[in-house]
C-alpha cells in the first residue's frame, strides 16, 4: 500500500492561440493517465523532443494519485492542456480531450509510449505528398517494447477485408483526421479495451486511409488489448454492431482468438 498522500486535482488551459496552414497542419497529440509517474516522463520527452513543432500536446489524467499531477505541472511548457479528474476510463479521457482539441490531425499516444523523434515529421511529410484532401486517416509501424529490446514489430496496411476481421493496423500514433470525429462521433465508452478499433469500424469500406511504412512509435509490451481476454468478446461485439459483419462468422473468429489467446498464456 502506498503511502502516498492523494493528489489533489487540477487543469490548466493555454487556449486554442495554435494554428495550423495547408502544409504545416496544427497536429494534437492526445494522453489519457492514471497513476502514470513511471513512464510518462518518456512520452513527454517524446513529444518535446519532436523535429516538427506545430504540436498541440493534451494530457487527461484520472484523478491520478502518484506523482503523475506533479509531471504534469512540471511539463506546462510544453504541455498545452491537461486536467486531472475521475473519468470513465480511458476512451472517455480521450473524448474529453477531442473536445477540447484543434488540430486539423488527432493522435492518440499511450502513458507508457513514445514517439520517435521524426515520427510527426514523417505523418506531415506523408499527409503533404500524398495529395489527397479526402484522406481521413494513416497508421504506421509500431515497435512493441520490454525497456529498451524491441520484442516485435507491427501494424499492416489498412484495408477493409482484413480489418472487419481483425485490428491488423497499430492505433497507438495513427492519425486521424477531424472530420472523422465530426461525421462518426466520438469513442464508445462502454467499450473499455476495443472502442478504437470499433470507432475505425463505423466508416466500413468507405473510410479514406493509408499507410505510412515506417515505425513511428515504441510501445510498451503488455497492454491489455494483448492481454486481457475482454478484447476478444469486445471486438466480437464491435464487428457485429458497427462492423455489420454475419454474427455466425464472428462467433467463428471469436472462439478461434480465444483459443489462439490460451495457446499463448500455456506457451509462455
Given at each position: 500500500?502506498?503511502?502516498?498522500?492523494?493528489?489533489?486535482?487540477?487543469?490548466?488551459?493555454?487556449?486554442?492561440?495554435?494554428?495550423g496552414?495547408?502544409?504545416?497542419?496544427?497536429?494534437?497529440?492526445?494522453t489519457?493517465?492514471?497513476?502514470?509517474?513511471?513512464?510518462?516522463?518518456?512520452?513527454?520527452?517524446?513529444?518535446?523532443?519532436?523535429?516538427y513543432?506545430?504540436?498541440?500536446?493534451?494530457?487527461?489524467?484520472?484523478?491520478?494519485?502518484?506523482?503523475?499531477?506533479?509531471?504534469l505541472?512540471?511539463?506546462?511548457d510544453?504541455?498545452?492542456?491537461?486536467?486531472s479528474?475521475?473519468?470513465?476510463?480511458?476512451?472517455?479521457?480521450w473524448?474529453?480531450?477531442i473536445?477540447?482539441?484543434?488540430?486539423?490531425?488527432l493522435?492518440?499516444?499511450?502513458?507508457?509510449?513514445?514517439?520517435?523523434?521524426?515520427?510527426?515529421?514523417?505523418?506531415?511529410?506523408?499527409?503533404?505528398?500524398?495529395?489527397?484532401?479526402?484522406?481521413?486517416?494513416?497508421?504506421?509501424?509500431?515497435?512493441l517494447?520490454?525497456n529498451?529490446?524491441?520484442l516485435?514489430?507491427?501494424?499492416k496496411?489498412?484495408?477493409?477485408?482484413t480489418?472487419?476481421?481483425?485490428m491488423?493496423?497499430a492505433?497507438?500514433?495513427s492519425?486521424?483526421?477531424?472530420?472523422?470525429?465530426?461525421?462518426?462521433?466520438?469513442?464508445?465508452?462502454?467499450?473499455?479495451?476495443c472502442?478504437?478499433y470499433?470507432?475505425?469500424?463505423?466508416?466500413?469500406?468507405?473510410?479514406?486511409?493509408?499507410?505510412?511504412?515506417?515505425?513511428?512509435?515504441?510501445?510498451r509490451?503488455g497492454?491489455?488489448?494483448?492481454?486481457?481476454?475482454?478484447?476478444?468478446?469486445?471486438?466480437?461485439?464491435?464487428?457485429?454492431?458497427?462492423?455489420?459483419?454475419?454474427?455466425?462468422?464472428?462467433?467463428?473468429?471469436?472462439?478461434?482468438?480465444i483459443?489462439?489467446?490460451?495457446?499463448?498464456?500455456?506457451l509462455?
Amino acid at each position: 500500500m502506498s503511502d502516498k498522500k492523494p493528489q489533489k486535482g487540477g487543469s490548466r488551459f493555454r487556449g486554442g492561440g495554435k494554428i495550423g496552414s495547408l502544409n504545416e497542419p496544427l497536429i494534437t497529440v492526445i494522453t489519457s493517465t492514471l497513476n502514470a509517474e513511471r513512464y510518462l516522463p518518456t512520452a513527454i520527452r517524446s513529444i518535446r523532443e519532436q523535429n516538427y513543432k506545430n504540436i498541440e500536446y493534451i494530457v487527461v489524467d484520472c484523478a491520478s494519485t502518484d506523482g503523475t499531477v506533479d509531471i504534469l505541472r512540471a511539463n506546462e511548457d510544453i504541455i498545452d492542456c491537461w486536467l486531472s479528474e475521475s473519468d470513465d476510463g480511458i476512451y472517455d479521457a480521450w473524448n474529453k480531450a477531442i473536445k477540447l482539441s484543434h488540430g486539423e490531425w488527432l493522435a492518440f499516444l499511450g502513458a507508457d509510449d513514445a514517439f520517435m523523434g521524426d515520427a510527426i515529421q514523417n505523418y506531415v511529410d506523408f499527409i503533404n505528398k500524398y495529395d489527397d484532401s479526402s484522406l481521413e486517416y494513416v497508421s504506421s509501424k509500431v515497435n512493441l517494447i520490454d525497456n529498451s529490446l524491441v520484442l516485435q514489430t507491427i501494424g499492416k496496411q489498412w484495408n477493409w477485408s482484413t480489418f472487419k476481421r481483425y485490428m491488423n493496423i497499430a492505433h497507438p500514433g495513427s492519425f486521424h483526421r477531424r472530420k472523422l470525429f465530426r461525421e462518426y462521433g466520438f469513442f464508445n465508452t462502454d467499450l473499455k479495451i476495443c472502442s478504437d478499433y470499433e470507432f475505425l469500424l463505423r466508416p466500413k469500406s468507405r473510410l479514406h486511409a493509408a499507410y505510412l511504412n515506417v515505425v513511428t512509435v515504441n510501445m510498451r509490451a503488455g497492454g491489455l488489448s494483448n492481454t486481457d481476454l475482454r478484447a476478444v468478446y469486445e471486438a466480437a461485439i464491435a464487428k457485429t454492431i458497427s462492423g455489420k459483419r454475419n454474427f455466425f462468422f464472428c462467433e467463428m473468429e471469436k472462439y478461434w482468438a480465444i483459443t489462439k489467446w490460451h495457446i499463448k498464456r500455456i506457451l509462455r
